[in-house]
């Protein structure tokens, strides 16, 4: 086949060559070029740039390179692979041979200089959690209480609960705030003497030098769940992890996926010895846990607490109080029968509600059901033909899963667990709702223009089908009779395709003209729909466009088999004056010995083919372009669907509102020791003391628009690869590529299986 493309291509060359005279008006450019002296200035420009470039912009790579290397070093030091291995979670030991302790402290807490207690976890004898700060309390009766599990008698949510979330067995005391003057004591980590002030956001730890510790101070922000907010080791999933859309790639992507493993293999093969992680370092996510149970443990803290200070002082009632407390008992019996009434009723009313829902939702399903019928499982289903129906499809799907969605942001919205997978499905799920409802709101404004000036979207769309797809391709086959571009084509062949096609573009063109008087009509119904949403209208002027341009799809068709009936036939008859011939059973290349006749046959044949190979080639590039314009603006309307129906418009609210609702991951930021001790009002000896923030990043946009750089990554690999250039080129039929990749990243959000109605109804019941 190559050797077949070498010699059409010098054949090309060498007519183009001979009819323009090409050779000689080279020589005539580059002669005038000479003596004007457009060499000589070329030359220099050239000598010009390229000492301005080895002189400075070599030098300025260089030392930005170098920057850049040792910015990353020493960035390095302070980012949570390092930091919490090294230095904050590594060894026990310093490089001085100190022993190493650090304090988890919330920056929430008030700044004043009253005193308190401390109290939080202790993951280990140097590994403290600092949880909240209690005032006005005793620190001797919090620990025994605290130690004998009587503190926490009304507790909500439960403690327990939370000690299971945070991998610990109680709270305890860990020290005192603003208490009595530390200098003159010593040093113990099983109780700390710390000091706030209004002036300085930071503590001040007392840990005099000769103590033998060296501490790092870990600062925090403690995230609200009320508000949703949380931290994450890692980027939060926008996508359902079920999913198998993304899954059913192609052979390609196959191919690649396995690639790449392999060469993972390799590397591991070829690292270093890693040394096991210490057991610091694995209780990373355990410490993240503890942060976002921060807030919840202090409300349950200081309502116990408060219980506590109640029970101190408690006495008994006088008469008007007592009367007080009876009317106010009577009122609440009154309440509790009233709300016993409601709730009685209550499940009735629920369950009418789930059993109309579900007769909804059996009606979506049969319509899933005939969507996705085949009539062989080789065959494409309707909603992969259809852009109308893969929208239908998408609607139904999420009308489906919406319940169950609810119930588990429900279910999740009261559990403490590991918000890093609980978060994802209220997102997910209200990111669904706004979309959904932007989509009938811009649908709305579409629908009502459409329904008001019908008749100017109908004459409108009318004209231009009629000018590009009718008239223009009828001027272009004209054109292409009267040897266009100077190109001498067979005259007998030219005619005949041309008024083959000619033929068949002009009974189109009476087709569209009795569909033409329907037009308004057909706009006004695609403007109720559009009540369903903007996406429909969409979907259906996408169906409609593929309808009324289906005579450029035959046209393409056509042309490309009779383009690839006369490749091959030439590129067997190539192979005939070389002696060789094709195995079409061993797939190879054999010899041949060929009689004088066959090859005086195959002679002819091969100089007529090759001198009307231009002829049809004319015509299937013409086809092949308009094609190819049908089929960018088609997607262009599939990609408007695609920010209809997945564009993370909640995720992008959230990011900008408050970003610690939508984290991607924790970073560390080392304080200048000097700033921090400005602030201080004690004046001592200390240790060595890092202030470490610890703060949450953002989700990048770059992982919430994931699915989309993986969708043109997809289109890219397919429209611009090799297979699909050789198609073009040879005549092939371009294999488009299948819905269920284009549309992956809209059923990323839906589960692959759908729920039973008996599932649906068990959960809604509970």
């Not at 949703?228 to 992507?253: K, V, W, Y």
């Not at 093969?269 to 410490?287: A, F, G, N, W, Y």
């Not at 459409?450 to 409108?460: C, H, R, S, Y």
Request: aromatic share 12%.
């Amino acid at each position: 086949m190559r050797y077949l493309l070498f010699a059409i291509i010098v054949f090309i060359a060498g007519y183009i060559t001979a009819r323009f005279s090409l050779i000689t008006q080279a020589l005539e450019l580059a002669n005038f070029a000479w003596e004007h002296g457009v060499v000589g200035r070329t030359i220099k420009g050239f000598l010009i740039l390229s000492i301005f470039f080895f002189l400075f912009c070599i030098p300025i790579e260089r030392i930005v390179a170098r920057e850049a290397t040792n910015e990353f070093l020493s960035s390095a030091l302070f980012n949570p692979a390092n930091i919490l291995q090294k230095g904050v979670m590594g060894g026990s030991k310093s490089s001085s041979g100190d022993v190493l302790m650090r304090i988890f402290w919330p920056l929430n807490y008030p700044r004043d200089d009253e005193p308190g207690v401390l109290v939080g976890w202790r993951n280990s004898e140097t590994d403290i959690f600092v949880v909240t700060i209690l005032n006005g309390v005793n620190s001797t009766r919090i620990d025994n209480e605290l130690r004998s599990g009587s503190f926490f008698r009304k507790s909500r949510p439960s403690i327990d609960r939370i000690f299971d979330i945070c991998g610990q067995q109680e709270l305890c005391v860990l020290g005192d705030v603003n208490g009595f003057a530390a200098e003159k004591e010593e040093f113990h980590p099983e109780y700390l003497h710390t000091f706030t002030h209004k002036s300085s956001r930071y503590p001040q730890i007392y840990c005099p030098s000769t103590s033998g510790v060296t501490m790092q101070v870990i600062l925090f922000e403690e995230p609200d769940p009320r508000r949703m907010e949380f931290h994450s080791l890692t980027p939060i999933s926008l996508a359902l992890e079920d999913n198998g859309a993304d899954g059913e790639n192609d052979d390609m992507e196959i191919k690649d996926r396995e690639k790449q493993e392999l060469l993972v293999e390799k590397l591991k093969q070829h690292t270093v010895t890693r040394i096991p992680p210490t057991e610091k370092e694995e209780s990373l996510q355990m410490i993240i846990h503890q942060i976002n149970c921060t807030h919840e443990t202090t409300e349950i803290l200081r309502i116990n607490v408060e219980l506590l200070n109640s029970r101190r002082y408690r006495r008994a009632l006088s008469v008007s109080e007592r009367v007080v407390e009876s009317a106010h008992s009577v009122w609440r019996t009154a309440l509790g029968y009233g709300w016993a009434l409601v709730m009685c009723c209550f499940p009735w009313v629920v369950n009418i509600f789930v059993i109309i829902m579900l007769f909804w939702r059996y009606l979506a399903h049969l319509l899933l059901l005939i969507l996705e019928w085949r009539l062989k499982p080789e065959l494409a289903a309707l909603k992969d033909i259809s852009a109308t129906a893969q929208q239908c499809d998408i609607r139904l799907q999420q009308f489906c899963y919406w319940p169950l969605q609810y119930d588990t942001v429900r279910q999740r919205k009261g559990d403490l667990g590991d918000a890093t997978n609980s978060y994802p499905h209220y997102i997910r799920f209200y990111n669904s709702l706004w979309l959904v409802a932007n989509d009938i709101i811009i649908g709305i404004a579409l629908g009502s223009y459409l329904i008001e000036n019908g008749t100017t979207v109908a004459d409108t769309i009318d004209y231009y089908l009629k000018t590009y797809t009718i008239d223009g391709l009828g001027r272009t086959i004209q054109w292409l009779l009267i040897d266009p571009g100077g190109l001498k084509l067979n005259e007998e062949l030219d005619r005949f395709l041309g008024d083959l096609f000619g033929w068949v573009l002009n009974y189109w063109a009476d087709i569209t003209m009795q569909i033409s008087p329907w037009l308004p009509t057909i706009i006004y119904a695609i403007g109720i729909s559009s009540f369903a949403g903007a996406s429909m209208p969409i979907a259906l002027f996408s169906d409609l466009l593929s309808i009324l341009t289906i005579h450029i799809y035959s046209f393409y068709i056509a042309s490309a088999r009779i383009y690839n009936w006369q490749l091959s036939i030439i590129y067997s008859l190539f192979h005939l004056f070389r002696g060789k011939k094709i195995n079409v059973l061993r797939k190879r290349i054999d010899s041949c010995d060929y009689e004088l006749d066959q090859l005086l046959i195959g002679t002819t044949l091969f100089i007529l083919l090759i001198f009307l190979l231009p002829t049809v080639m004319v015509y299937y590039c013409l086809f092949a372009a308009s094609r190819m314009a049908i089929i960018i603006l088609k997607a262009a309307l599939e990609t408007c669907l695609a920010c209809l129906n997945h564009f993370p418009l909640f995720a992008l609210m959230l990011r900008v509102k408050d970003s610690k609702r939508l984290p991607g991951g924790i970073m560390f930021e080392l304080k200048d020791p000097v700033e921090v001790a400005q602030g201080f009002q004690h004046k001592f000896d200390t240790a060595p003391i890092a202030y470490i923030h610890l703060k949450s990043t953002p989700l990048p946009l770059s992982a919430m628009f994931k699915q989309y750089s993986q969708l043109g990554m997809r289109l890219k690999r397919h429209y611009f690869s090799a297979r699909v250039i050789s198609c073009l080129l040879t005549g092939k039929a371009v294999p488009p590529i299948h819905r269920r990749n284009l549309y992956s990243m809209q059923y990323s959000m839906l589960p692959t299986v759908r729920a039973h109605w008996r599932e649906v109804w068990e959960r809604l019941r509970k």
